[in-house]
């Protein structure tokens, strides 16, 4: 499975108009091409940042989309008043769910600058998901890779800011450890609210 992420800053006022944007006619119109599984969207409310992220059955599929997207993403853009946009491809190495995430569940991604082509990181995380599992309000867990440039994102899903919170330390000793481990770079740690969680990987460890 593969998938490619926007992420971008939203006028904040137009950050629910912007979902309901997502949850209807672009999700519809994005699924009618060949080979996109699903949509996800995680929100900054804050800030106005956010990540739209659609999954891919092929890497195939998802190039063969290149000459679609690009309309889909302007009207994106506009429905969220959103600037500084910049997108990402990448493999989806693991997807990790307990259950399904509800209304008002929240998001710690992890970016990573690591060695190119390494098979580290996928090992290194799988290896972490029994302690995931253990953690109160753990919904679901992702790592995404880009192969060519070293880059690495994990994406830990809880069921409410209460149970991310109550994560963190504990997440930082992971991520730290794992880091360490790799020779890897940790770029940023941020926080979202899931908005829209129709991904539709299907499990794979």
Request: hydrophobic residues 40%; charged residues 25%; negative net charge.
């Given at each position: 499975?593969?998938?490619?992420?926007?992420?971008?800053?939203a006028?904040?006022?137009s950050?629910?108009r912007?979902?309901?944007?997502?949850?209807?006619?672009l999700?519809?119109d994005?699924?009618d091409?060949?080979?996109?599984?699903?949509l996800?969207?995680?929100?900054?409310?804050?800030?106005?940042r956010?990540v739209a992220?659609?999954?891919?059955?092929?890497?195939?599929?998802?190039?063969a989309?290149?000459?679609k997207v690009p309309?889909l993403?302007?009207?994106?853009?506009?429905?969220?008043?959103a600037?500084?946009?910049?997108?990402?491809e990448?493999e989806v190495a693991?997807?990790?769910?307990?259950?399904?995430?509800?209304?008002?569940?929240?998001?710690?991604i992890?970016h990573?600058?690591?060695?190119?082509?390494?098979?580290?990181?996928?090992?290194?995380?799988t290896?972490n998901?029994p302690?995931?599992?253990g953690f109160s309000?753990f919904?679901s867990?992702s790592?995404?890779?880009?192969?060519?440039?070293?880059r690495?994102?994990?994406?830990?899903?809880?069921?409410s800011a209460e149970a991310?919170a109550?994560?963190?330390?504990?997440?930082?000793q992971l991520?730290?450890?794992?880091?360490?481990?790799?020779?890897a770079?940790?770029?940023?740690?941020?926080e979202?609210?899931?908005?829209?969680?129709h991904?539709?990987?299907?499990?794979?460890?």
């Amino acid at each position: 499975m593969y998938a490619r992420s926007s992420t971008f800053i939203a006028r904040t006022s137009s950050i629910d108009r912007g979902v309901a944007f997502l949850d209807g006619e672009l999700m519809t119109d994005l699924l009618d091409i060949d080979g996109c599984v699903g949509l996800s969207l995680l929100v900054d409310r804050d800030t106005g940042r956010c990540v739209a992220t659609s999954s891919w059955e092929t890497q195939k599929a998802m190039r063969a989309s290149e000459g679609k997207v690009p309309a889909l993403r302007k009207r994106m853009a506009d429905a969220f008043g959103a600037t500084d946009l910049t997108n990402d491809e990448w493999e989806v190495a693991v997807m990790h769910r307990l259950h399904r995430a509800p209304v008002g569940a929240f998001a710690r991604i992890s970016h990573l600058r690591g060695a190119p082509r390494s098979d580290q990181p996928t090992q290194i995380f799988t290896s972490n998901l029994p302690i995931f599992e253990g953690f109160s309000g753990f919904c679901s867990a992702s790592l995404l890779l880009n192969r060519d440039s070293g880059r690495i994102v994990s994406n830990v899903i809880f069921d409410s800011a209460e149970a991310l919170a109550s994560a963190g330390e504990r997440s930082t000793q992971l991520r730290t450890k794992a880091a360490n481990t790799m020779d890897a770079q940790i770029i940023e740690v941020a926080e979202f609210e899931l908005a829209l969680a129709h991904l539709r990987v299907p499990e794979h460890v």
